[in-house]
Every structure is written in C-alpha cells, then in structure tokens.
C-alpha cells in the first residue's frame, strides 16, 4: 500500500433520509448543539448563489499536494449523487482547484457541494451555476496535475478534521462537519434548539427579552460595575 498515494473506493455512510433532515436548519444552530467547536475556519466561504435551503451532503475526501488537483479529478470520476467533495489543499493560495468544465462533469453526477482549503476560478459563470463553492477565493491561475494524494480518507480542512462519509452542511455563515456517528443525536438536539432560538428571537422583536443573564453573568466573573463617569 502506497501511503500518501492511494484512493479508497468505498465509505461508511449515513441513511440518505437522515442527512436530508439537515436541509432546512441554520449551520449556526446545528452548531451551537455541537459546542461550537465544528465550523471551518471562515477563511472558507460561500462563492456562489445561495440556494433554497442549505447544501447537505456526505463527504468525499480528498488530500491533494498544495496546488495540484489530479486526486480532485480521480474524485469527479467517483461521485455519487449528493455528495460534497472536501479538499485538503494544504492552504495553498496560488493555484485555483476547480474551474467551469470540471464543475460541469460534477453537476452531471449529481454532485451536492464543493468545499475547498484553496481558491477557485471562473466565478462568473459558476456563481449561477445551481452548484454551491466554499472556497478561499478566485485565482485565475490553474493547478498542476502531477499527485500525490489520497482520496476517501481522513483530512483537515480549514481547522476541521474530516472523515469520508461525515454529513457536511453549509449555508451563507459557512461550513459546519458532523461526524457520521453522531449525526442522529446532533439532529435531535438541532431540531430543539432552532425551536428555542426561534422563540428568542420573536422575544427581541418584541422587546422583551430577558437580558439579566448578561449582569449575573459579569458579577459571577468579577467585574466592577462603576456607577460614575471615568475620572480625567
């Protein structure tokens, strides 16, 4: 075995029924179930239209040397209908990962999502273009092709490990990953906490809130609360 060089064919995946469940709760309330600690660094950002709902998907990873996309092309060659390719890029800035032709062959295949560690290019014609780009930036500067890498196993992208097979969920705020071993219960507390939220938010519109938390909280930490102008 080719450690560094090899791709896997295969993931443990989760129940189609359940990643869809995700489809229509905010990424910042999934992530607040999950203490906050599963959204890719925000460096990484939507670049294309929003769409109706949020991308959802299952992860396809992939691991690719800085700036070079030939692992990205053996993944276009493997997707399966809702997936999003995740690729670990290492950070590199200089190269884009992904242009029009490439997006085109993985919107045939029914590709869910595109999150990427790098920039990417054509914009204008991929901003429309019906498939959601999580990406750095734009770089009219195309990859080289020349590997290694490693497909379909565990990566770090933008701060956030990422096993193949993980639920994947992004919207405008960004990227969030959920392991595939907790999905159900993350989906759980998910669905309970928007509700909460949804109630506190109708309560600041309305203008009663409840705000005492913020003092109770201040004087628990220790702060000094000075009822006097800050002396000259």
Not at 61 to 74: E, S
Request: with cysteine.
């Amino acid at each position: 075995m080719s450690v560094g060089f090899r791709v896997y064919t295969k993931r443990n995946l989760p129940p189609q029924e359940l990643v869809e469940a995700f489809r229509h709760i905010p990424a910042s309330n999934i992530a607040d179930t999950m203490n906050r600690l599963c959204a890719i660094h925000s460096d990484i950002r939507l670049m294309t239209k929003p769409g109706d709902g949020n991308m959802v998907g299952v992860a396809l990873t992939v691991k690719g040397r800085p700036g070079d996309n030939l692992m990205l092309h053996k993944a276009l060659n493997m997707i399966e209908p809702g997936d999003v390719v995740v690729v670990s890029n290492e950070g590199d800035r200089s190269q884009s990962l992904m242009g029009e032709v490439m997006a085109a062959y993985a919107k045939s295949r029914g590709v869910a999502g595109f999150v990427f560690d790098g920039p990417m290019r054509d914009i204008d014609s991929l901003y429309d273009g019906g498939v959601p780009f999580y990406a750095t930036g734009t770089t009219p500067g195309g990859p080289f092709k020349e590997g290694p890498g490693e497909i379909n196993v565990p990566i770090a992208c933008g701060g956030i490990m990422v096993n193949p097979g993980d639920i994947i969920v992004g919207d405008p705020d960004g990227v969030i990953v959920i392991p595939r071993q907790d999905a159900e219960r993350v989906l759980e507390a998910a669905r309970k906490f928007m509700e909460q939220d949804q109630n506190k938010l109708k309560a600041a519109q309305e203008g009663h809130a409840k705000r005492d938390w913020v003092d109770e909280k201040l004087e628990e930490k220790g702060c000094e609360i000075i009822d006097d102008v800050y002396p000259a």
